[in-house]
């Protein structure tokens, strides 16, 4: 059976709060799925605390060298990255944009087909 999975993306700027939305998930949520981020330009020793945790990371690699792309920031493309194949082996996958907290389940999310 294949698990579900949720995400959030973060650059080096935002790594205390993908740590705050992954911990709200766990305590609040009682998540049984998998944890990964999106990991944008973030150094390696910053991301320890997520792999000692058995969150995986995904290091994106920046889809265009501008800093901005129109009215968005390159970090933000990142998440085009969750349409390839490579998450194809998840069952069903909840994106979370970091800086929000997770205060109960997301069972009900899981049900929606689509």
């Given at each position: 059976?294949?698990?579900?999975l949720?995400?959030?993306?973060a650059?080096?700027n935002?790594v ?40 995986l ?18 970090v ?38 689509g």
């Amino acid at each position: 059976m294949q698990k579900d999975l949720l995400v959030t993306l973060a650059n080096e700027n935002y790594v205390d709060q993908a740590k705050q939305l992954f911990s709200s998930v766990y305590w609040n949520a009682g998540w049984k799925g998998d944890y990964l981020l999106l990991a944008h330009e973030i150094p390696e020793e910053k991301l320890t605390w997520f792999t000692q945790k058995g969150i995986l990371v995904h290091r994106c690699k920046p889809l265009t060298q501008e800093k901005s792309y129109g009215k968005l920031n390159s970090v933000v493309l990142d998440k085009f990255y969750l349409f390839t194949p490579y998450f194809k082996k998840w069952r069903k996958i909840i994106y979370l944009d970091g800086d929000i907290i997770v205060r109960a389940s997301l069972d009900q999310a899981l049900k929606i087909d689509g």
